[in-house]
């Protein structure tokens, strides 16, 4: 059964970096497409990050210029490097992937089949 685990999350204070990873396991081929998203008690799951079978990248907007997505060439490691960190990116980061090729939002947390149990990240000021 495919799955992603995620790692990397921790304590940081505000302007500190954390990098965020998660193995795709399960799948012989990877995951094409995969992102980051986030979540805050009481709150809904927000795309944070994906990446497209090209390779191509997608942001949301608070975090352009702070977070780098990437991923390896088996498409089964996928990292997130947040720099500059806010106290307003303080959540729980989930992992997601699928392989299907579907005309879908990458950002779009119905997009993936696959999630990982969620790294906590807390920023302090």
């Known amino acids: 059964v495919a799955q992603a685990v995620e790692s990397g999350g921790g304590s940081v204070q505000a302007g500190g970096s954390l990098r965020l990873s998660c193995v795709a396991s399960?799948?012989?081929?990877?995951?094409?497409?995969m992102a980051w998203f986030r979540q805050v008690p009481g709150k809904e799951r927000v795309g944070v990050a994906s990446i497209l079978r090209d390779d191509k990248t997608r942001y949301l907007d608070s975090v352009k210029g702070r977070f780098t997505i990437s991923r390896d060439s088996a498409k089964k490691n996928l990292w997130l490097q947040m720099n500059d960190l806010k106290p307003e990116d303080t959540a729980m980061y989930y992992c997601?992937?699928?392989?299907?090729?579907?005309?879908?939002?990458?950002?779009?947390?119905?997009?993936?089949?696959?999630w990982g149990q969620g790294t906590q990240v807390t920023v302090s000021s």
């Open positions: 399960g799948s012989t081929y990877g995951f094409g497409y």
């Open positions: 997601a992937g699928d392989a299907r090729i579907i005309f879908m939002d990458s950002l779009s947390e119905s997009r993936y089949s696959y």
